[in-house]
């Protein structure tokens, strides 16, 4: 709750109690309704309702839209159904759904009977859609025009039909079948008015972008920020439109994406409901089962080195310089395997760019370990202060590195190929798979270096004596 409206609640509660109907109109249209809403953050769904009985039906609508989900639902609950019913007949197409989407069944079959029925059809239709495509995230307040208007014509439409759309900054041009057959801007139209029997078929525009109704919602976000779109058409397969896309819901939707592969890139599974309001036992089940996949992981990690506790304890030397190789390679990795996964979720790499992909890498591989083999190197020297110390860590350093570029960027296009999100190749889950092969690096080119240099053969010959 903000201090704005912990200092207005008062004042409004008195209105209330006092049925200050002038006093509660003006403060349900003297400000913007996203203001309204955060006004009345501190009321209850019971009190918040008795406000919006003072405003008209559509300032009510654009109030409501602004509450927060649990705010809408709790109202959505607890008041007179069939108020409720006229409430939901007036929100946008989406929105409704996406608030019946969380009632429970019951509710929602109690309030679908109250709806008029060219609204009830269009909430079971657009219900139908799986969560994740375009159907499910589309509004079907569209402005719809047939081809043949002329341009006098069109405008009676468009007048006859603008107080029930979202938007009408794009005039969708269709058939008898409602087929998609072009676009035409509202300005395009109005410049069009000095001639007046100009059809629409002549004036759109026929090159447009437009989603299938079953496509993914990022894929629909990415095509609307690369045609810098304000709403994008959505068709069926026989490109029948069905709805539009606005931009404040692809919003909602890159919103929703970017959250969701932060949490998957961090190992937790994506949460349903915000953190605070997550039960602790749901966020513990999230969490805990990636910790759990990844703990495994390590436990490899455990393996590995006691495959190489002979070698270990003979050369005490090698154990100093583990953690350096294996962090160098893990954050090698998690660093190619974001900027592959946010080069994927905006569209700059595709499966086919595989090849070049694999080039960058092994050429920056090269160069990220080639530096930090110098600075190893160094630092061997330093705290060993023997050459065979500085070579190994070096020649180790550059291998892992390069593994860590590879590994980091081709798992997440392994990932898309097999239909699954790229961000599930979490940034631990790499760093724990490069840490086992770090360990094999290093073990291996360690004792390959101790052999050719006859480090082994000097140091049984003093254990010997």
């Known amino acids: 709750m903000t201090i704005f409206s912990m200092l207005y609640l008062p004042e409004l509660r008195e209105m209330l109690a006092e049925s200050d109907s002038d006093g509660l109109r003006e403060f349900c249209t003297a400000l913007h309704p996203a203001r309204t809403a955060e006004f009345m953050e501190g009321l209850t769904a019971a009190e918040a309702w008795q406000v919006l009985q003072y405003a008209d039906p559509d300032t009510r609508e654009e109030i409501f839209s602004y509450f927060e989900p649990d705010k809408q639902l709790e109202i959505l609950q607890t008041q007179d159904r069939t108020e409720m019913a006229e409430l939901v007949a007036e929100l946008a197409s989406d929105d409704r759904v996406d608030l019946l989407h969380e009632a429970d069944d019951g509710l929602v ?13 269009d909430i079971l239709r657009l219900k139908s859609y799986p969560e994740g495509v375009a159907g499910a995230v589309m509004t079907s307040d569209i402005a719809k025009l047939d081809e043949e208007l002329q341009v006098r ?9 603008a107080e029930e759309l979202e938007t009408i900054y794009y005039l969708y041009v269709v058939d008898e079948s409602d087929h998609l057959r072009g676009v035409v801007s509202t300005r395009q139209l109005l410049s069009a008015i000095s001639r007046p029997e100009t059809r629409l078929r002549e004036l759109m525009e026929s090159d447009l972008a437009v989603v299938n109704v079953m496509d993914d919602q990022e894929e629909v976000a990415r095509k609307v920020a690369k ?3 304000l709403a994008i058409p959505v068709v069926d397969d026989e490109f029948r439109l069905l709805g539009i896309i606005t931009h404040d819901d692809v919003i909602d939707v890159m919103r929703e994406e970017a959250t969701e592969d932060a949490h998957l890139i961090a190992g937790v599974q994506p949460l349903d409901e915000s953190y605070l309001k997550t039960p602790l036992l749901t966020l513990s089940r999230k969490r805990g089962m990636w910790l759990t996949i990844l703990f495994i992981t390590a436990l490899f990690t455990a393996f590995a080195l006691q495959h190489y506790e002979e070698d270990t304890q003979k050369f005490a030397w090698l154990v ?17 395997a974001t900027l592959v996964i946010t080069a994927l979720a905006r569209g700059d790499v595709k499966l086919n760019d ?40 070096a020649s180790t350093l ?16 392994v990932f898309r190929r097999l239909g699954l999100d790229p961000a599930l190749m979490s940034n631990p889950f790499v760093t724990g ?18 052999v050719l240099t006859g480090e082994a053969a000097a140091v049984d010959a003093m254990n010997a004596d």
Do not use: C, K
């Open 109 to 121: 079959a109690e309030l679908l009977p109250l709806l008029p029925a060219e609204d009830r059809r």
């Open 153 to 161: 014509e069109a405008l009676n439409e468009l007048t006859r039909q």
């Open 227 to 229: 045609f810098d779109l």
């Open 320 to 336: 100093m310089f583990i953690p350096l190789v294996i962090s160098a390679g893990g954050n090698t990795g998690t660093q190619s």
């Open 354 to 393: 595989w090849a070049r992909v694999i080039r960058r890498e092994l050429v920056m591989g090269l160069l990220l370990g080639g530096f930090l083999a110098m600075i190893g190197f160094a630092a061997a020297m330093v705290l060993n202060r023997r050459l065979i110390s500085a070579t190994v860590v």
């Open 398 to 413: 550059v291998l892992v590195v390069l593994a860590g570029t590879l590994i980091g960027s081709m798992l997440p296009l």
């Open 433 to 450: 798979i490069i840490d086992i092969m770090g360990i094999v690096i290093y073990m291996n080119v360690a004792m390959a270096l101790i």
